[in-house]
């Protein structure tokens, strides 16, 4: 993406987040979900940053569409959730391994809002071990029929449609496929709102029952469902850290401006040594987040440059492991000490670090816990033989 194209891009994500700020403070004090985040980001043309022109989108690198999402992180962990899934484990996977017909199908319409799409692999009983799953699918003729629970979704009461992931039916050693599954007849959501934070961002759970979807919306080929299932969460990391970038920007502005303005023992607070150690921490936090995304993002557009070089791509999935390990950590600190800077009127969603913290707690969760993370990367360095688990 040339420079100016860049800019461009960044002052339509700027206005977004002008116009959401609002929203999303008032609907997060009234506990409900932000039904303005999608005509916004249509308005503002950000709903398929990273997708090649030619599909509807606006042509971003990892690089620039990292730092999109860093600023719309500052909004929300839910907001940033919202494009996570929509584009970063929705699209994603479909321009990664779709067949061209299945392009034109989703992509275009998901770049101007008219499907959103939603990643379904975890399940009740399938979390860190996606293998355990137990949905199925069973090849009738022209087309499949699907059967199962996700549970976990990002968007998945709101979605038009899912990429998903299920074995083949009584066949004891088959391997995982991946579909693109429209929300019709069978497709049932139930919206998941006993959450602990992101009030404003749909989190739902879905069951497949006798779901018919067409043999051209199997993504790549039979058995490949958990390879495209871990090459999108490489994408799906580096969103999240990216986000979480964001939240320690945000928290760091918020601390700041606090120390400046609230004064106790006769002088503002930020000129008490132990408020000024809280500043500094967040500060180091954000700069080597920053720094952790940006190399995750430059690892990943190096990798998509040489799709067949695996050495490239292993950086990607590790870089992007990592980015989003220690961003999401800094973040929920960041957010903890941000807190602290406000005191008492810290501890409430009327303000924004509360609201962080809240949130962006369920980084270290989803798209991989920071257990699961830490065990890949340690095996990165042993070896395969030292692999914690299978
Ligand atoms: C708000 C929200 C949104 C989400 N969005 C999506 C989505 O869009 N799509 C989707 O598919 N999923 C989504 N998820 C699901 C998320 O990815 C899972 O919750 C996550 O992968 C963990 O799975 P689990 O909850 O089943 O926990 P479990 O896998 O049961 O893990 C429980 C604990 O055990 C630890 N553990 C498990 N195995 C090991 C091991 N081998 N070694 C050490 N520790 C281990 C874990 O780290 C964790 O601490 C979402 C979750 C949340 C909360």
């Not at 299945?102 to 275009?108: S, V």
């Not at 009740?124 to 979704?153: C, F, W």
């Not at 580096?238 to 986000?243: C, T």
């Not at 408020?275 to 954000?286: K, N, S």
């Amino acid at each position: 993406m040339n420079p100016t194209e860049a800019a461009r891009l960044l002052a339509d994500v700027e206005a977004f987040c002008q116009a959401i700020r609002p929203v999303e403070e008032l609907c997060y004090v009234e506990h409900r979900f932000n039904d303005q985040v999608l005509p916004l980001a249509r308005q503002h043309d950000i709903l398929a940053m990273p997708l090649p022109r030619e599909y509807g989108g606006r042509g971003a690198d990892t690089v620039t569409y990292a730092r999109a999402l860093a600023r719309i992180g500052r909004e929300g962990t839910g907001v940033r959730t919202f494009f996570s899934g929509h584009t970063s484990i929705g699209e994603y996977p479909i321009l990664t391994w779709g067949s061209e017909e299945l392009k034109r199908r989703y992509l275009p319409a998901a770049a101007k809002g008219e499907k959103i799409l939603a990643f379904g692999l975890t399940e009740p009983e399938a979390g860190s071990n996606p293998l355990q799953m137990q949905s199925t699918y069973e090849r009738r003729g022209d087309h499949y029929v699907l059967n199962g629970v996700k549970y976990l979704i990002s968007n998945g009461g709101i979605c038009d449609a899912v990429v998903t992931f299920a074995y083949p039916k009584d066949e004891p050693n088959g391997r995982i496929s991946a579909f693109v599954v429209d929300r019709g007849p069978g497709f049932e959501s139930e919206d998941l709102t006993a959450k602990m934070g992101m009030p404003t961002s749909n989190t739902a759970m879905f069951e497949l029952r006798d779901v018919k979807v067409p043999g051209s919306n199997l993504l790549g080929e039979p058995g490949n469902g958990f390879r495209i299932a871990m090459g999108t969460l490489v994408s799906g990391r580096i969103s999240v850290a990216a986000g979480c970038l964001g939240v320690i920007e945000d928290c760091l502005a918020e601390a700041l401006a606090y120390a400046q303005a609230r004064e106790q023992h006769g002088k503002p607070i930020g000129k008490h040594q132990l408020v000024q150690e809280h500043l500094a921490h967040i500060e180091m936090d954000r700069a080597a987040a920053d720094a952790m995304v940006m190399r995750a993002a430059q690892a990943k557009d190096a990798s998509a440059a040489d799709p067949g070089n695996r050495d490239l791509a292993r950086q990607a999935d590790i870089a992007a492991a990592q980015a989003k390990l220690f961003a999401s950590n800094a973040a929920w600190d960041a957010a903890d000490r941000a807190v602290q800077v406000f005191g008492g009127r810290g501890w409430s969603t009327l303000y924004r670090p509360g609201r962080h913290l809240m949130d962006v707690r369920v980084c270290r969760i989803y798209e991989g816990t920071d257990e699961i993370l830490r065990l890949k990367i340690a095996s990165s360095l042993l070896g395969k033989e030292y692999e914690a688990y299978k």
